[in-house]
């Protein structure tokens, strides 16, 4: 309920401002892609299972009857797709969220940069904006960081996979279906674990513009504000730390290109350990 009334608050109030309905369509635009993003990606999820099915049964020794079951494979796909759901709805729930935050953002800027309210009512919004955020970094933030840590262990296990794949098979001597389930399972992972961290470094760097823009209103004043006033925005925008966080720990650019460079060593160590990855880099 505090999110919904927070979705209606960013509808109304950018309808005061000269580029609500471009800005509107545009954060319309932008939610139905991730709707979208959210059904492919369950679509894809689906025919990796019935890949995976179809190659185990391609791949016994046990007779078709003994092998292969609709019914257990109809268990299989839809355990399958409910577990994804559950991934998914977090997901997409999470980059909503911050997509709004960013979008109410970036409207406090631009009533700064206009100088189109009173400076109390725009430290009202800030206020609003931190507890918002507040909000996210709580319950939200803890499940989609559980959520994020199986998509990395996922991606980094499919990516082994698929190389020690390679290592067994170097040739590609295997039909096209065994090596499209090598391919798409690490890339289904990716492609749900980078939105995530792309929305919560979004937010964090539109916060940090707003926490800045505290600057330029000192120096060249607000609207016959006194200094004092002028002062006591500053200072409230220097306490006002609105950040994304993920286990527990705000989400950046550095992080996250910090977070890519510990995986890039941990799967070169896996190389390293694996003999028969290190064969097929040979060869």
């Not at 797709?81 to 800027?109: F, K, P, S």
């Not at 940090?208 to 006194?226: D, H, I, Q």
Request: with cysteine; glycine share 2%.
């Amino acid at each position: 309920p505090l999110f919904r009334s927070f979705r209606i608050k960013i509808f109304l109030q950018s309808c005061s401002i000269q580029i609500s309905c471009k800005s509107q369509r545009n954060l319309v635009k932008l939610l139905r892609c991730f709707l979208v993003f959210g059904i492919i990606w369950i679509s894809l999820t689906v025919l990796l299972s019935v890949l995976q099915i179809a190659d185990q049964f391609l791949n016994s020794n046990l007779s078709p009857a003994m092998s292969f079951n609709s019914w257990q494979m109809s268990v299989v796909v839809v355990g399958h797709l409910i577990v994804n759901l559950v991934y998914m709805a977090v997901v997409l729930n999470y980059c909503t969220q911050c997509q709004l935050l960013i979008h109410y953002v970036r409207y406090i800027l631009l009533c700064v940069q206009e100088k189109s309210l009173e400076l109390k009512s725009i430290m009202k919004d800030i206020f609003t904006l931190k507890r918002f955020v507040s909000r996210l970094n709580g319950q939200m933030a803890t499940a989609t960081s559980l959520c994020l840590f199986t998509f990395i262990h996922m991606f980094v296990y499919g990516f082994m996979a698929l190389l020690e794949r390679l290592g067994k098979h170097s040739r590609f001597a295997l039909d096209g279906l065994f090596w499209a389930e090598a391919v798409i399972f690490p890339l289904i992972w990716f492609f749900v674990l980078a939105p995530v961290l792309i929305q919560a470094v979004r937010l964090t760097a539109v916060c940090s513009k707003l926490r800045f823009s505290g600057l330029s209103v000192r120096l060249f004043g607000f609207r016959n504000c006194s200094e004092a006033d002028l002062d006591s925005f500053l200072s409230f925008l220097a306490t006002a730390k609105m950040e994304a966080k993920l286990f527990a720990y705000p989400i950046s650019r550095k992080l996250v290109v910090a977070l890519v460079a510990v995986l890039s060593i941990v799967i070169l160590l896996l190389i390293q350990l694996d003999p028969t990855v290190k064969l097929s880099i040979r060869i």
